[in-house]
């Protein structure tokens, strides 16, 4: 994420550890108020606390810090579902926990959240290649614990394509409505959620009118 | 939504009738690719084929434009909700009416559903009123068709907040998507849809690990 500090190192000794860290979050508040695209590295660096000459150390253009605030939400998101099912056995258990983490992770980083999501247009195409390699991991996570659920009869899917673009898109977006001072913290949303999900793929539930 | 043309009226006798039409869809094509804050009005202009002098005559700025894209996108839904659960008497058959053609209308005008969702923020604030306004609507007769069926005991609601926003997000996030060159037609998005919302509903459904 940092350049490597080399023959050059007396011009930002002085520049503290966390300055990626700081060019990271103006950049993510200037994406997420202004859009990609209306944003100037110039904005960054002064919401940084820096000239542009010094951001260029640590990144080397306004997609790159796109990119980094990307992979860093994907990775994280990816990392979160990935953990959260590993303690437990049946599938409903898997998928209770999964929509719990997925969905309570937008709602806390909805802002971060927000600019992942909406903002890939503006990824350079390498990047946004790894980018689409950490949202087809994503989402071979949800298809897999909901293949493990129709394995097993604890689920029934009518659509297996479907219905995983609809458990992500549903917790997707979260990022685009939540706000902090709505009525449901985080965790309330991952609940609820949880529970339409699992209704959802309940083999019990019926769709005919009686 | 054209200005009154009167006694200016030989200075533009030679625009067709259509060109508020074509200023609509050369602003919709901008703000979709470059986003609202990365586009021009000029740039509206030359891609309506017209300078910007003549755009004024039919929209006094960009954010009129953009205002008026998301009016007209609000109020096709509505109305598409409205008047599609009318036919029909159960509480399940009105909703799986209302998803198939909320969901369809999604993937149908995505284009114009991402812009009118995502570029909300840069409306101005009497717009944005009036906006908001119809959004209410559109919630509200979620709200009403999942209050019948709970009335009448074919659904099951656990909340009705959570319930009715995670109906209109699953739809919403459509838009985000949905491409026409994926594997499923708007009709058989709006099938499947409406199918996973109904199972959701159920009362039948079961949430617990047998």
Redesign the interface.
Known sequence: MTQQIDTEADLWVDIPQDTAQRLLLAALGLFAR?????TSTRQIASAAGLSPAAMYMYFRSKADLLFEISRVGHESALRGIEAVVLPFQ?P??RM?ALVQEFTSWHARHNTLARVA??ELQHLESRHYEEIAALRRSIAAVVRRELLRGVESG?F?V??I???T??VL??Q???A??YSSTG??SPDE?GL??A????????P???????
Do not use: E, N
């Open positions: 202004r859009g990609y695209h209306a049946t409903r258990d209770r999501q909406y604890d029934h009518t659509d394509g479907k219905t673009i609809a898109s549903l997707i977006d979260v685009r409505w009525p449901w949303l609820g959620y529970d339409m999900v699992l209704r959802m793929l309940s019990a539930a019926v769709t005919q009118t009686r």
